[in-house]
């Protein structure tokens, strides 16, 4: 058994920061890119970000594994079995006590918003969460364009640029939302056609990055976040700042939308709870046993 502390913060925020100004905006707007087996783009920036932060994480932190999204779907998956094979404890404080292989890994996105990216469009981020006994512990996006940081450990609130999210200072439509972050394509068919279709939303917006979707909803500048499928690398950093700046979030199937698994997720999110409450009768969700 060892005894540790959750990294620093301040240091992982400087070294993010760095990688993030020195790596992404030198190209930005001009990268060359190509498509993935999936059908997603990839740039020489999404590679060399994710190797310098790999770098970086592994210099100052051993202990953790790492899952990153330009890894391969086995390396990902054999991250995870590592890291869920022996349990930990987390302490109050952040201390914690367990088996130095196998205890948790980092989730990285390192550029996400790749199109954008690309295209020379200014919204994309760098996304990494900690993740412990398949809970999330800790939690970073940088956007290197506005230089905002946006983090999180778990049961201590959310920060923007080192002040903390207060959302009950911030104001919510009642009635139809004003902006609606919604990623029409991801939905289910039939509930695009009655989005459309009955229009419970003033104006509706995408932005083409899932971090900063969830930075964004955090920072109240959406009413409701709709999404029909994020990757594990979208949603593992995001949501543990949404939901630790007080936001209510669920997935579509009525389940916590982190489970710790390398599988898609669906979310509906909102900070107000009777706007949250009728988006959620709205859509239909049917409640787990």
């Given at each position: 058994?060892?005894?540790?502390?959750?990294?620093?913060i301040?240091?992982?925020k400087?070294l993010?920061?760095?990688a993030a100004?020195?790596?992404?905006?030198?190209?930005?707007?001009h990268?060359?890119s190509?498509?993935?087996?999936?059908?997603?783009?990839?740039?020489?920036?999404d590679?060399?970000?994710?190797?310098?932060?790999?770098?970086?994480?592994?210099?100052?932190w051993?202990?953790?594994?790492?899952?990153?999204?330009?890894?391969?779907?086995?390396?990902?998956?054999?991250?995870?079995?590592?890291?869920?094979?022996?349990?930990?404890?987390?302490?109050h404080?952040?201390?914690?006590?367990?088996?130095?292989?196998?205890?948790?890994?980092?989730?990285?996105?390192?550029?996400?918003?790749?199109?954008?990216?690309?295209?020379?469009?200014?919204?994309?981020?760098?996304?990494?969460?900690?993740i412990?006994?398949?809970?999330?512990?800790?939690?970073?996006?940088?956007?290197?364009?506005?230089?905002?940081?946006?983090?999180?450990?778990?049961?201590?609130?959310?920060?923007f640029?080192?002040?903390?999210?207060?959302?009950?200072?911030?104001?919510?439509?009642?009635?139809?939302?004003?902006?609606?972050?919604?990623?029409?394509?991801?939905?289910?068919?039939?509930?695009?056609?009655?989005?459309?279709?009955e229009?419970?939303f003033?104006?509706?917006?995408?932005?083409?990055?899932s971090?900063?979707?969830?930075?964004?909803?955090?920072a109240?500048r959406?009413?409701?976040?709709?999404?029909?499928?994020?990757?594990?690398?979208?949603?593992?950093?995001?949501?543990l700042?949404?939901?630790?700046?007080?936001?209510?979030?669920?997935?579509?199937?009525?389940?916590?939308?982190?489970?710790?698994?390398?599988?898609?997720?669906?979310?509906?999110?909102?900070?107000?709870?009777?706007?949250?409450?009728?988006?959620?009768?709205?859509?239909?969700?049917?409640?787990?046993?």
């Amino acid at each position: 058994m060892i005894n540790m502390i959750l990294p620093d913060i301040e240091k992982l925020k400087s070294l993010v920061k760095t990688a993030a100004q020195e790596i992404l905006l030198k190209d930005f707007g001009h990268s060359e890119s190509e498509y993935k087996e999936d059908g997603s783009i990839v740039t020489p920036a999404d590679i060399a970000m994710q190797d310098r932060l790999e770098t970086e994480l592994k210099h100052h932190w051993p202990m953790y594994g790492i899952l990153g999204e330009e890894m391969t779907e086995g390396a990902q998956l054999a991250v995870i079995e590592q890291a869920t094979r022996n349990k930990t404890v987390v302490a109050h404080g952040g201390a914690v006590s367990g088996p130095k292989d196998g205890q948790g890994y980092w989730c990285i996105d390192p550029l996400d918003g790749t199109s954008n990216y690309a295209a020379g469009l200014p919204f994309f981020a760098v996304s990494i969460a900690l993740i412990i006994n398949n809970q999330q512990q800790l939690g970073l996006i940088y956007d290197p364009v506005r230089d905002e940081m946006f983090t999180a450990i778990k049961g201590q609130g959310a920060y923007f640029n080192a002040q903390l999210l207060d959302h009950s200072r911030m104001k919510f439509t009642k009635n139809k939302p004003i902006i609606a972050e919604i990623d029409l394509k991801r939905l289910p068919k039939d509930l695009t056609v009655k989005l459309v279709s009955e229009s419970i939303f003033a104006s509706q917006r995408n932005i083409g990055s899932s971090a900063l979707d969830w930075c964004w909803m955090a920072a109240g500048r959406f009413d409701i976040y709709l999404h029909g499928g994020q990757k594990l690398w979208d949603y593992a950093a995001g949501s543990l700042i949404f939901s630790e700046a007080g936001g209510r979030l669920v997935s579509l199937d009525d389940n916590e939308v982190f489970r710790g698994q390398l599988e898609v997720r669906s979310v509906l999110a909102c900070f107000d709870e009777n706007l949250f409450n009728y988006w959620y009768r709205w859509i239909g969700i049917e409640r787990s046993e």
